[in-house]
């Protein structure tokens, strides 16, 4: 299985390994003996071999989850010693920075530079800055006056304690740093955790797997059952051994979670799908205004959740901005993500191919205007051409559905209220982009928006201590900062009669 540009890299010999999944500190096959192959994208070739796991690997995973949670060196370990141990993995995770870069490029088929400075640094920051918390989770003292009770006395406080045994199901387009995104926190508070990774892409899960143990983490605090949506993530999802469940992934799936969770009122947070505004005001630069509205949508392929999707263009500028993002478009590089030269690699998937083909086809049946692009790109892999769709609205599915591929639609706007309304039609509600030098402006709309994240003049930033997560069907919760320490942990009331 030649399978890296460099044969004997780190990478190449650990695809080249039996992979297996993480239960209780050891490394399993699937109870049932399945195993489901795993793709590279760019060419289409299978390059590994994982374990099918379903309820009956979920049900041991959940237990030996419960196991560390309740009565193990994990739950005994002091908060300093837990923080040190989160720590540490994000330093072996810098250690394996390259081979890490190397496994995503391949599964998920993105450029492994990007991958190299996105994915797996912001994974290992994740690590790094949610190791501090483990030490600063605590609660508050009340000076409370009980009427009914005159002349007693009391002492209340609160205590903040791990939800307890977390289920963790994650997607594709960032496979290492959704897993970063949801364990670190976990870890943090001192729950224990099953993941599941996505089927397209459990590589990277299975390596962080192996590194938290280089690191020092406790045998059964961090399990992975690799499997597929249907068996596996179901299974996650319904246990009643599971007292919360968190999950990215789109907006279908996160209701049949919510249906399944609803059983036994476990906690859900959930990030979702997104059909995210992108708004340039004639006043903006547009020298940064234009490489950054082509970044918002064709930056991960399209396959972001929060991706600048609908670009709002002021009306005096309309035909200049969308020149400059498709002839942006036309520019970018397509191929494999292990070569350096790469600027855009395949979609993760035949699944996604068919998927985006499908709405560049409804986009032309409906007589939306292709600016560029609008095909796939060659006969191996999964490319698409990035493409900006000119003069798509309501009632057109580019312009209403999340398409998670290079596909940008356009329209002009007049003013602050017009685009204000236009921004927030949708379902969605997870990001929002804002191109303008007039505070005024941008102060108006951003109150106006629905959406979990505004950026103004830039797109596309993430940091660990800024809280993401969306309104509206795009989900609940947040992931990242104080925030997300709060998502799993419960709070205590204590009172005391002195
Ligand atoms: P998906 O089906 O929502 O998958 C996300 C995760 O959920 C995967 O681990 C998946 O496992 C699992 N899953 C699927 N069905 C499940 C079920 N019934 N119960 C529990 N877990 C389940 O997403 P997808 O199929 O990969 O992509 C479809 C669309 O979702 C995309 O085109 C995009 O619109 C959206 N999406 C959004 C995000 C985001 O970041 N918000 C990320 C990925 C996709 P399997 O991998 O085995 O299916
Ligand atoms: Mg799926």
Redesign the pocket.
């Known amino acids: 299985m030649a399978v890296t540009a460099e044969a004997e890299s780190p990478a190449a010999r650990f695809l080249e390994q039996p992979k297996r999944m993480l239960v209780d500190g050891d490394w399993v096959e699937a109870r049932n003996g399945s195993t489901f192959e795993v793709f590279d994208p760019a060419l289409g070739e299978v390059i590994a071999h994982v374990p099918g796991g379903d309820a009956e690997d979920v049900d041991l995973a959940v237990a030996a989850a419960r196991r560390a949670f309740e009565d193990s060196e994990w739950s005994r370990m002091t908060a300093s010693d837990r923080g040190r141990v989160i720590w540490r993995i994000g330093d072996v995770i810098l250690e394996h920075a390259d081979e890490l870069a190397e496994i995503e490029s391949i599964d998920n088929g993105k450029p492994v530079g990007i991958a190299r400075v996105a994915d797996v640094e912001l994974a290992a920051d994740m690590f790094h800055y949610m190791a501090g918390f483990a030490t600063k989770i605590y609660g508050q003292t009340f000076p409370i006056s009980v009427l009914y009770a005159p002349g007693a006395q009391f002492h209340a406080y609160t205590l903040k304690e791990p939800i307890g045994v977390v289920g963790q199901?994650?997607?594709?387009?960032f496979p290492l740093l959704?897993a970063a995104w949801k364990v670190c926190p976990a870890l943090a508070t001192g729950c224990t955790i099953v993941l599941?990774?996505?089927?397209?892409t459990p590589l990277s899960a299975i390596r962080l797997g192996e590194l938290t143990q280089e690191a020092g983490l406790p045998d059964g605090v961090l399990n992975i059952v690799t499997?597929?949506?249907?068996t596996?993530?179901?299974a996650?999802?319904a246990h009643p051994g599971v007292d919360k469940v968190a999950?990215?992934?789109?907006?279908?799936?996160?209701k049949?979670?919510v249906q399944?969770a609803s059983n036994d009122l476990k906690r859900v947070t959930l990030?979702?799908?997104?059909k995210s505004p992108n708004v340039v005001f004639a006043d903006a630069d547009l020298e940064t205004a234009i490489p950054g509205a082509a970044n918002a949508i064709f930056f991960n392929h399209g396959?972001?959740?929060c991706a600048g999707s609908r670009l709002y263009i002021e009306q005096k500028i309309y035909d200049e901005v969308l020149q400059g993002v498709s002839d942006h478009a036309g520019k970018i590089k397509l191929g494999r993500g292990l070569d350096p030269d790469t600027e855009m690699g395949p979609l993760v998937s035949a699944?996604?191919l068919d998927?985006v083909k499908g709405f560049l086809d409804s986009g032309e049946r409906e007589g939306v205007r292709t600016v560029t692009g609008g095909k796939q790109v060659g006969d191996r892999g999964y490319f698409v051409a990035p493409t900006v769709l000119d003069g798509a609205s309501p009632g057109n599915k580019v312009y209403d559905e999340?398409?998670?591929g290079p596909v940008v639609t356009t329209l002009p706007f007049k003013d602050v209220s017009e685009v204000g309304a236009a921004a927030n039609e949708t379902i969605y509600g997870l990001a929002a982009g804002i191109w303008t030098n007039d505070l005024t402006k941008a102060h108006r709309l951003i109150p106006q928006l629905r959406a979990g994240t505004v950026w103004v003049n830039t797109y596309n930033i993430f940091d660990a201590a800024l809280p993401f997560g969306g309104y509206k069907q795009s989900g609940w919760g947040r992931e990242m900062g104080e925030e997300a320490i709060h998502e799993y942990t419960e709070t205590k009331s204590v009172c005391i009669g002195l």
């Open positions: 199901i994650i997607p594709w387009n959704m599941k990774p996505a089927e397209q499997g597929l949506g249907e596996a993530g179901a996650v999802a999950f990215t992934g789109s907006t279908e799936v996160g049949l979670i399944a990030e979702l799908g997104g396959q972001c959740c699944e996604q998927r999340e398409i998670f």
